[in-house]
């Protein structure tokens, strides 16, 4: 049953590859790097036809089943070659020469295809070597080879070339994958699996309909192909993994082979032990720092990928978050696989104070802004290698290092932060991970970065500058308008004087002018108060706008013109600050009264108006033009008083726009003014309705 089902399987991947082949050297004839994928498409089908034949027979596969297999294998392995545009760098041996990963390629099949054929003419000598195993191996060996070609194929194409790839992709790679399993089955188990080797047939036939339609779309494709330093970083320790794995299960095969009745538990034991191993140097920033060395060194002929270490620099430096002097430390130190660093800053007491280290001890050294070493730094903006002043000053002019420079533990270069030709600091990094090779590409790259992180640096100087500046003047506007309460204050009392002398002997006076004081003085308390805490404003609160009118024209009652109030509806509410509406409006009447004569009259309405509550201060005093009222007014630090200050008026009118209402005024010369003061009454019923809502 087993057999006949094999037989099908197998015979259905021969057709599927058939029929691909017929039409890619038909229909897709025109097609890229057809040719090539209708070998690849024919030898699988001269492989699973090959299969097919045997398993019906019921013979075991012989030389020619083998050999196919591993031409399979090949073939698509050099069709995933082609699309990588391996071939169109050179031919021959020459391109053979050239190439490290064709010669992997090339060098890895050779070895398979020696094995297969040492295992067909000397079968005595391979199974004294441990039988199925080894072969098993280099068979895992090229699935995993395969694997990574896939890999770096898919992950070094744009998306547009990904969409027309990407089936091939899965359908190649779903071929190779399959494969693994298969031989790592046979490994662990030291025989091959009959129900996994059954439906290989079928597994390879269902890859066809995805090749298929990725050749429907390869129109798109292309052969140009650059190998990124993070695609072959990985594609490196992929592949080392892989080989180390292998080589790891052989060894605990051959010491559970040969080991006798302890033969499991020293298996289970080493490759356990050889996991943790790997798991330790894959983990390990030392072994991470020299494998990219590594491949900069022997695979491009620049050191860096400039994008992607641009990116990576750029993005930690403008990461949201304090501790931008560690960030930049690590951004920097990052480029050379430095371990750790320390950062100074120019200051304006004059020296380089530190500012942040990164992985290392904390630091207290300062050094002069104005010092040889600074003075040398910021004229000749060199990178300076303390290993290499240590053998030959004379190539830094002899300059004069500070001893707790060249003391520094593990120190390696000093990095120069060189902002607009003037040094702003510099940073000190610690001896590499891996060793590093300083050339003008090294160097070059530093003093670029240094001056870039000079710029971050400076501007969250400058932004930190720039928010004290703001504290700042958000102090001294309050204050000002503080001032100015006070000397509204002053004016009042100083009212009081004139009019204590007629009125001593009037008690109604006398209570008007200690209820005067009282207030006054808790105003001053309340307002230096604030001052010194820099309280936030108080949150605003219905309140009835007749009760703060009673209050504030009460205040005024000792002065003369004597303020009247006229309130045509009580209860009226508003939703505001009492003490600061209260002194709004106050200093509206208290102009009133400064503006009128004596036997002039100041009265303050209070009605409902269309919009809401509407207050009118009116005063039969000297007035104002239009002028006046459109250029000055509201202009802050403008006044017509000698002792003005020329910020009332714009407070009154920021307040009460704050408060969603409006300030109008009419005035005319020597006939009077009306300060018309509109508010939104305070509806409670709405606002509870807002809140549900």
């Not at 064709?102 to 067909?120: D, P, Q, S």
């Not at 209070?606 to 009116?618: P, Q």
């Not at 726009?657 to 009306?674: A, C, D, F, I, K």
Request: proline share 4%; with cysteine; net charge neutral.
């Amino acid at each position: 049953m087993l057999s006949s089902a094999a037989v099908f399987s197998y015979g259905a991947a021969a057709l599927a590859f058939a029929l691909l082949c017929a039409l890619q050297l038909s229909v897709w004839r025109r097609r890229a790097h057809a040719p090539v994928l209708a070998a690849a498409a024919l030898l699988t089908a001269a492989w699973a036809a090959l299969n097919a034949w045997e398993t019906a027979h019921g013979g075991s596969p012989t030389q020619w089943n083998d050999a196919l297999d591993i031409g399979r294998n090949a073939g698509w392995s050099v069709f995933l070659l082609t699309l990588l545009g391996t071939f169109q760098r050179g031919a021959g041996w020459q391109l053979l020469r050239e190439n490290r990963l064709l010669r992997l390629v090339a060098g890895f099949y050779a070895l398979l295809l020696a094995a297969e054929a040492l295992a067909n003419w000397a079968p005595q000598l391979v199974a004294s070597l441990g039988g199925l195993l080894p072969l098993a191996m280099l068979r895992a060996g090229a699935a995993v080879l395969g694997m990574i070609l896939v890999e770096q194929l898919y992950r070094n194409k744009s998306p547009q070339e990904r969409w027309a790839l990407k089936y091939a992709c899965i359908g190649i790679g779903g071929m190779y994958a399959y494969d693994f399993y298969l031989y790592s089955d046979s490994m662990l188990f030291r025989q091959v699996n009959a129900d996994i080797w059954g439906a290989r047939g079928f597994v390879q036939a269902l890859t066809v309909p995805l090749i298929a339609l990725a050749v429907a779309r390869s129109k798109s494709w292309t052969a140009e192909l650059s190998v990124s330093r993070r695609v072959l970083f990985h594609s490196a320790a992929l592949a080392g993994s892989a080989a180390y794995l292998l080589v790891m299960s052989s060894a605990g095969y051959y010491l559970r082979f040969f080991g006798g009745s302890w033969g499991s538990v020293m298996q289970v034991a080493f490759l356990f032990g050889a996991s943790v191993l790997l798991a330790g140097v894959l983990f390990s920033g030392t072994f991470r720092a020299w494998l990219k060395v590594f491949i900069s060194k022997h695979f491009y002929s620049y050191n860096y990928d400039y994008r992607e270490e641009w990116l990576r620099f750029t993005r930690m430096l403008s990461a949201d978050g304090p501790n931008l002097g560690e960030r930049t430390i690590q951004a920097v130190a990052g480029l050379v696989e430095s371990p750790g660093g320390a950062l100074w800053l120019r200051r304006d007491s004059g020296l380089c104070e530190p500012v942040a280290q990164w992985h290392m001890p904390l630091v207290n050294d300062t050094e002069p802004a104005d010092s040889a070493f600074c003075q040398f730094l910021e004229s000749k903006q060199w990178v300076v290698d303390l290993d290499e002043y240590a053998r030959s000053p004379a190539l830094y002019d002899d300059i004069a290092i500070p001893a707790w420079v060249r003391g520094f533990p593990r120190g390696w270069l000093v990095v120069p932060l060189i902002l607009q030709g003037r040094l702003s600091g510099f940073m000190l990094l610690q001896l590499p991970r891996s060793a590093i090779q300083l050339n003008w590409e090294v160097i070059d790259l530093l003093k670029i970065a240094g001056s870039q992180a000079a710029s971050y640096l400076a501007q969250q100087d400058a932004a930190t500058a720039l928010m004290l500046a703001r504290q700042f003047e958000s102090f001294n506007r309050m204050s000002t308008f503080v001032v100015h309460d006070l000397k509204n204050l002053v004016a009042q009392l100083s009212l009081l004087i004139p009019n204590a002398h007629k009125h001593r002997n009037n008690p109604e006076f006398q209570q008007d002018m200690l209820d005067t004081v009282t207030h006054s003085v808790q105003k001053m308390k309340l307002m230096l108060q604030k001052l010194s805490r820099n309280d936030a404003p108080a949150r605003p609160a219905p309140l009835l706008i007749d009760q703060l009118l009673k209050q504030a024209v009460s205040l005024k009652a000792a002065f003369e013109p004597r303020p009247q109030l006229l309130v045509e509806e009580a209860g009226l509410k508003v939703l505001a600050d009492w003490e600061r509406l209260e002194r709004v409006l106050g200093h509206l009447i208290q102009n009133a009264i400064e503006a009128t004569p004596l036997d002039g009259t100041v009265t303050i309405r209070l009605r409902r108006g269309a919009a809401g509550v509407l207050v009118e201060i009116s005063d039969s005093g000297q007035g104002m033009s239009e002028e006046f009222i459109r250029d000055r007014l509201y202009k802050p630090f403008e006044s017509t008083k000698p002792a003005g200050m020329g910020i009332g008026a714009f407070e009154s009118r920021e307040y009460i726009h704050e408060l969603g209402g409006e300030l109008e005024v009419s005035s005319r010369p020597q006939q009077g003014t009306t300060f018309r003061v509109a508010l939104p009454l305070y509806n409670q019923d709405a606002m509870s309705v807002e809140r549900a809502a």
